[in-house]
């Protein structure tokens, strides 16, 4: 089982950037990694997904504005937010897919207008 720890979220004015880490408990090196958040009032949504071999998603609001990427030698996941928009506000997921699929605790972003 694969334990997933965030960090880096926090309360943060429109147009400013953070940068979340997940670290996860066990190798990534085969596992899909992403990032997903839930609004308030809404379903959790993917925000961007990176591969095993590199390939990178994201959901169209956040193109241009976020990077996802990762450190298989740290079991480490990255998630730089920037330009931040009120709209960004929720509780952002970590997970990990590879057979099963793990979720972190979730860390609360914060964007004030």
């Known amino acids: 089982q694969v334990q997933l720890v965030e960090s880096g979220g926090g309360l943060v004015q429109a147009g400013g950037s953070l940068r979340l880490s997940c670290v996860a408990s066990?190798?990534?090196?085969?596992?899909?990694m992403g990032w997903y958040r839930q609004a308030p009032g809404k379903q959790r949504e993917l925000v961007a997904l990176?591969?095993?071999?590199?390939?990178?998603t994201y959901v169209d609001s956040v193109k241009g504005r976020f990077t996802i990427s990762r450190d298989n030698a740290k079991n480490t996941v990255y998630l730089q937010m920037n330009t931040l928009k009120p709209e960004d506000t929720g509780v952002y997921y970590c997970y990990s897919s590879y057979f099963f699929a793990y979720w972190g605790q979730g860390t609360q972003v914060t964007v004030s207008s």
């Open positions: 066990g190798s990534i090196r085969n596992n899909a």
């Open positions: 990176i591969t095993s071999g590199y390939s990178t």
